[in-house]
């Protein structure tokens, strides 16, 4: 999975969890370069059974950026974070489910959440 992340976002980090909601991070080798976060399922794990018919959810956390944040909000109430990512299975590459996250003015520095659940 390859995302890059709105601008706003700031100390990202990244999480996978099964479908039964355990932390499964370490299936798979995680990347942050500026805004684009990578995860890719480890070899060890691609070459077990019970890897597959899983649901995986990615969940990308961050901080908002308080200049940035304000500037994209402007004179509005909020500003609304949309969100995909790109998930290459088998040399073909598919668009994940759109995630929006709401920054809101008064919260400048609350903590934003995307989330991409991956195909089974």
């Known amino acids: 999975m390859i995302d890059t992340v709105d601008?706003?976002?700031?100390?990202?980090?990244v999480s996978v969890f099964n479908q039964a909601g355990e932390n499964v991070t370490n299936r798979f080798t995680t990347n942050i370069s500026g805004q684009t976060v990578t995860v890719t399922a480890r070899s060890s794990w691609l070459n077990r059974q019970?890897?597959?018919?899983?649901?995986?959810?990615?969940?990308?956390?961050?901080?908002?950026?308080?200049?940035?944040?304000?500037?994209?909000?402007?004179n509005n109430d909020s500003y609304t974070i949309k969100n995909r990512a790109t998930l290459?299975?088998?040399g073909r590459s598919y668009r994940s489910n759109e995630v929006e996250s709401k920054a809101l003015d008064a919260k400048v520095n609350q903590d934003i959440s995307l989330h991409y659940l991956t195909p089974k």
Do not use: K, W
């Open 7 to 13: 601008p706003v976002m700031r100390n990202l980090s």
């Open 50 to 74: 019970d890897f597959y018919g899983e649901t995986y959810r990615v969940q990308i956390q961050g901080r908002l950026h308080e200049s940035r944040t304000l500037n994209a909000i402007g």
């Open 88 to 90: 290459n299975v088998d």
